[in-house]
């Protein structure tokens, strides 16, 4: 069994920032990787950031050079700092897992919602 628990989400102004955090416990053999995902009302889930066991980072253009993704192996955490936010940011951030041993299997947080508004 694997839990992953977000926390950071809220409401900020357009220009802001906000940090979003994801722990991962439970049977975890090994990590392959962790980020974010976003799904805005009425869009498809869409990929944000992940970061690699190896630490190799991949951003969606949209958030590129305002958001940075980061993690911690050895206590199965990421983070995401978001930063210059627009109001296109607005959506429900999920956080991935992905388990590439012994067998590939993917895990999602629970979701939490970011706003961005004045």
């Known amino acids: 069994q694997v839990q992953l628990v977000e926390s950071g989400g809220g409401l900020v102004q357009p220009g802001g920032s906000l940090r979003l955090s994801c722990a991962a416990s439970?049977?975890?053999?090994?990590?392959?990787?962790m980020g974010w995902y976003r799904q805005a009302p009425g869009k498809e889930r869409e990929l944000v950031a992940t970061?690699?066991?190896?630490?190799?980072?991949t951003y969606a253009d949209s958030v590129k050079g305002r958001f940075s993704v980061s993690g911690d192996n050895g206590k199965n955490t990421v983070a995401l700092q978001m930063d210059s936010l627009k109001p296109e940011d607005t959506a429900v951030y999920y956080c991935?897992?992905?388990?590439?041993?012994?067998?590939?299997?993917?895990?999602w947080g629970q979701g939490t919602q970011v706003t961005v508004s004045s």
């Open positions: 991935y897992l992905f388990i590439d041993y012994p067998s590939a299997k993917n895990y």
């Open positions: 439970g049977s975890i053999s090994r990590v392959g990787t």
């Open positions: 970061i690699t066991r190896g630490g190799t980072s």
